[in-house]
């Protein structure tokens, strides 16, 4: 075996929490890591003022990020809204964009949306056992609709790399808002447009 192979190994995926051990790549973010990303900013600065709640939590396992490597990622989005807007993650497009993604949902109630840059958007919902494909050249962004911690798996190429800024500047097409109690998809009105 050439000695640049690396060495197979596994990890611990705890359903319940989407802790993964060992995991040497962490991130929480707050809602102050996305400002302006939901639509009622006055609802923002309450909830910032309120103690600027940790919206989710990543936990990934990182490899070289060559060609060929894979990275395994859990995340949770935790319960809560902005206004009327559900908990979600910023979205991004992967930098290399003929890189596509799958997730599985774990524990609770989600949304994907997806969107490209020629205007398309889809939406579909997430629970325990269902896998989504996100092919190349789909944004991605993730939704909790549930009063429960929403908590997916999610595997992806290690050369992937994320571009948070296009989603940063123009939004996705379409919000994830509760009307009347449920889930409701409304057009973003400054979708194109800085936030
Ligand atoms: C996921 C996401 C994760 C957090 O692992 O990175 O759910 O969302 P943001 O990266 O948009 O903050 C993934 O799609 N990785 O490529
Ligand atoms: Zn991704």
């Not at 009327?84 to 003929?98: I, L, N, P, Q, V």
């Not at 798996?153 to 790399?161: K, L, N, S, W």
Request: glycine content about 10%.
């Amino acid at each position: 075996m050439p000695m640049n192979h690396m060495q197979p190994f596994s990890l611990e995926l705890d359903f319940q929490t989407g802790i993964i051990r060992p995991c040497n790549n962490y991130i929480e973010r707050r809602l102050s890591d996305m400002p302006g990303m939901y639509a009622d900013h006055e609802a923002e600065q309450k909830a910032l003022q309120g103690g600027d709640p940790v919206i989710y939590q990543v936990h990934q396992y990182d490899v070289p990020n060559e060609n060929g490597h894979l990275l395994v990622v859990t995340s949770t989005i935790h319960a809560g809204k902005i206004g009327d807007e559900y908990h979600m993650t910023k979205g991004h497009y992967h930098a290399r964009r003929d890189t596509a993604e799958v997730y599985v949902g774990l524990q609770g109630q989600g949304y994907l949306l997806l969107c490209t840059e020629e205007g398309g958007f889809e939406s579909m919902p997430v629970v325990p056992g269902t896998i989504t494909y996100i092919p190349p050249y789909w944004a991605h962004r993730t939704v909790n609709v549930g009063s429960e911690d929403f908590i997916f798996f999610g595997v992806y190429p290690a050369d992937a790399g994320h571009d948070y800024g296009t989603i940063e500047s123009e939004g996705f097409p379409m919000l994830l808002v509760q009307r009347d109690g449920v889930p409701t998809l409304v057009p973003n009105p400054t979708y194109g447009r800085p936030a």
